[in-house]
Nanobody, 127 residues
Framework: QLVESGGGLVQPGGSLRLSCGAS????????IAWFRQAPGKEREGVSCISSSGGDTNYADFAEGRFTISRDNAKNAVYLQMSSLKPEDTAVYYC??????????????????????WGQGTQVTVSS
């Protein structure tokens, strides 16, 4: 499974950069997706990036505020989040998936390429 980091407590309007890494294997060649799950809500797709980094997709709530990127040399995928809102409070997860699409502002993915859901990283947006 992949390992998420970079979460924390931030004030509304602030920024955070989440990182997704792997130990013992390379992320190169995999589509990577970020999901989030808020208390009492279903897990939802946030963003995803192709193996080359050339194609990205965003949920409508992330478009214009979040940026996904990857550095295959560092074996990492990032989610830069800005203009954060209290409703962005959630546990954020990254996973490798077979494919990822965006339709009408909703990010959907295929099955996981490997592993299972990790522990995620908590993002709390509050004043």
């Amino acid at each position: 499974q992949l390992v998420e980091s970079g979460g924390g407590l931030v004030q509304p309007g602030g920024s955070l950069r989440l990182s997704c890494g792997a130990s013992g294997f390379t992320l190169d060649g995999y589509v990577i997706a970020w999901f989030r799950q808020a208390p009492g809500k279903e897990r939802e797709g946030v963003s995803c990036i192709s193996s080359s980094g050339g194609d990205t997709n965003y949920a409508d709530f992330a478009e214009g505020r979040f940026t996904i990127s990857r550095d295959n040399a560092k074996n990492a995928v990032y989610l830069q989040m800005s203009s954060l809102k209290p409703e962005d409070t959630a546990v954020y997860y990254c996973v490798a998936v077979n494919y990822c699409t965006e339709t009408m502002g909703v990010v959907s993915t295929g099955p996981m390429s490997f592993g299972s859901w990790g522990q995620g990283t908590q993002v709390t947006v509050s004043s």
